[in-house]
């Protein structure tokens, strides 16, 4: 596609349940990262992924977030047994990664945990 | 551990003065800086970036400045125009080709007409 697409734009779900966050990064971009922004807070790293594997999972809150990438492209991030702390914006973004070129985001998933 | 600090969370700004974003970091592996513009309900926006092997890159209104002894690099947009307004993002590559990206918490400017 032209550019980042993520889905769904805005998702509200029940505390304790599941939810699964997608990421469509640029074409050919080998770079995929996820962040998330918590009202009045800046953009906090979760993971990064180079091709399908994560070289960096540090900023993974906890181990109810995990996070997938196959074939190189579309990445996954799912949040189990969801919590009222995880609402925020998830924001992705993806690089081709050649020394100087910028990453490109998605519009983001709003999630609300209620 | 925050290596990228922006610790100004806010500006204000008349129009047609400039307006200076700053950014310190505490990596020296960082090999790459960006800044981004971010607008409510939307995704951030590439907006300039610095290689460290140079100390100033342009583009139009917006000039990245960079000093590396410092760990520290600057936005300055002149002149400063009300559509300016946003959130603004320093950001930073380290690792060259495998890093990863590390953003500050953002400065949110305010230009007044």
Redesign the interface.
Known sequence: GAGVSQSPSNKVTEKGKDVELRCDPISGHTALYWYRQSLGQGLEFLIYFQGNSAPDKSGLPSDRFSAERTGGSVSTLTIQRTQQEDSAVYLCASSSHVFGTEAFFGQGTRLTVV | DQQVK?NSPSLSVQEGRISILNCDYTNSMFD?F?W?KKYPA?????LI?I?SIKDKNEDGRFTVFLNKSAKHLSLHIVPSQPGDSAVY?CAAYYG???G???????TKLSVKP
């Open positions: 922006q790459y960006l981004y939307e995704g951030p926006t590439f970036s290689s993002f060259g080709s495998q990863n990206l590390i953003f500050g918490k953002g």
